[in-house]
């Protein structure tokens, strides 16, 4: 059984804006029974290993615009927490393998990524704590021996080469147990993964080049209408619209024709709804590239016109992802403004929130000084606040002011877990497809 630390839900200490406000006086009406119901989803739908999921608070609506399942950002969370990560990994390791003493982490290729690395480092910190023996084995084919590098945490890591050997991936001195994935796979799973008999989390099929957006948040709305129906509420406050063209080329006539119709289809739907709860602000559309990360291929626009006038530039930008991998299918996204600011310069801020199995082990706060409430804040310039905790706590204080921050954040949690609930359901489905 796993310790009852974790069943804690850790709280921020942080300069929020607005009051509480309904769906969030909702959740916490509903503590009770949102706990339960979670728990019997988990029982029928194991979660992935980790997740994090962005999360934009517009006031009148809180829901997630991405989950990625390959997290990096393990050094923005904070370290009082750690206890908690590390307890999470071993009572997921506990459910899938309790047998496993050896771990092998492969990870991005972000040699020069300094911010990757000290990430890496921190999850290497987790998965050693939780008292495994754990390496890293690069899928770099220009990496023959083991290489040190040097963080400005004071921390070093080491990466070695992979070898196979028959159906099993290790390295030259090494035959792990488990694999934890660390790498997002958006060109696609490379030979030396294919077809071994480890058990490697998460499976290789969920990366980026058999993963989909739409697919995901397919999952999630059905979570979101289900949900919904168990605490009364409208499913639209916690769950962002969205449509897709399926493959498309932004260079051919037909691509942009398409583009434009399901932009104002999206936004006449959205119009819609803000029209119903009386919101007096423009609604928009983020158009993103349907697989990956790293903020790119990303652009906002407000009417079918603008998508009209694209420039090359703009659709260069929807058409290419990290490694030079080719969009070929985007997601249109009802977007989802931010009332949430940091400092007293008001910067616009979402929250990210991390998990390990099912439980919510931290997060932080992703800040922009130069971006607006609208605006995509994964670009450069971001930078991070860790959620200052201070204690945890087992449930939210309804016997406290409710805008005390063990409130704000169980209603964080709670979307998170929605989100991780949709990529359970992801999972699941890959493994009944094999």
């Known amino acids: 059984m796993a310790s009852p630390a974790l069943s804690h839900v850790p709280h921020l200490q942080t300069a929020l804006s607005g009051p509480l406000h309904e769906i969030e006086a909702r959740l916490l009406e509903e503590q009770s029974r949102i706990e339960a119901w979670l728990r019997s989803q988990w029982r029928q ?25 390959f997290p990096a950002g393990f050094n923005n ?28 982490l492969i990870p991005e290729d ?60 290790g390295l030259a001195d090494f035959d792990p147990c488990v694999i934890v994935l660390n790498n997002d796979l958006i060109n696609g799973v490379p030979a030396i993964l294919e077809d071994i008999e480890q058990m490697m989390f998460p499976p290789p099929a969920l990366g980026w080049a058999h993963r989909l957006k739409s697919g995901h948040f397919s999952h999630y709305h059905e979570v979101a209408c289900e949900f919904a129906r168990l605490v009364d509420l409208d499913p639209w406050l916690i769950n962002p619209l969205f449509r897709n063209c399926g493959e498309l080329d932004l260079r051919d006539a037909e691509g942009k024709r398409c583009l434009e119709e399901n932009v104002d289809k999206l936004l006449t739907d959205i119009r819609r709804k803000y029209d119903e709860y009386g919101i007096n ?16 291929a990303i652009l906002s626009v407000r009417s079918a016109e603008e998508v009209r006038r694209l420039n090359r530039r703009q659709r260069t930008r929807l058409q290419s992802m990290k490694g ?42 992703r800040v922009h000084t130069e971006r607006g409430p ?42 998170a877990r929605l989100a991780l609930l949709a990529a359970a359901r992801e999972l699941a489905e890959h493994r009944e497809a094999r």
């Not at 908690?84 to 390791?93: D, G, H, N, R």
């Not at 919510?360 to 706060?365: A, E, K, N, P």
Request: hydrophobic share 40%; charged share 20%.
């Open 110 to 169: 972000h040699t020069r990524n300094l911010f990757y690395l000290e990430s890496l480092a921190t999850l290497h910190d987790i998965i050693e704590k939780a008292g495994y023996v754990v390496r890293i084995g690069s899928l770099r084919e220009d990496l023959t021996a083991p290489a040190t590098f040097d963080l400005p945490s004071g921390r070093s890591l080491v990466q070695e080469p992979l070898v196979r050997r028959g159906r099993r991936v």
């Open 281 to 296: 602000r423009p609604p928009f559309v983020v158009i993103k590239a349907d697989a990956g990360t790293y903020g790119m």
């Open 324 to 365: 030079g991998a080719p969009v070929t299918r985007l997601l249109l996204q009802e977007g989802v403004y931010s009332n949430e600011t940091w400092g007293p310069e008001a910067a616009v801020a979402e929250p990210v929130v991390y998990m390990i199995d099912h439980f919510v082990v931290g997060g932080f706060y």
């Open 374 to 415: 609208d605006e995509n804040l994964n670009a450069p310039g971001m930078h991070f606040e860790p959620l200052a905790f201070h204690e945890s706590c087992n449930t939210p204080d309804r016997a406290r002011d409710p805008d005390a921050e063990p409130n704000r954040f169980y209603t964080y949690g709670v979307i």
């Open 45 to 69: 739908t194991p979660a992935p290993l980790y997740a994090s999921v962005d999360l934009r608070n517009a006031g009148f609506k809180i829901a997630p615009v991405d989950t990625n399942l």
């Open 77 to 104: 969370l904070n370290p009082a927490f750690l206890p908690l990560c590390v307890q999470a990994f071993q009572a997921k390791m506990e459910q899938v393998c309790d047998t496993a003493s050896q771990v092998l």
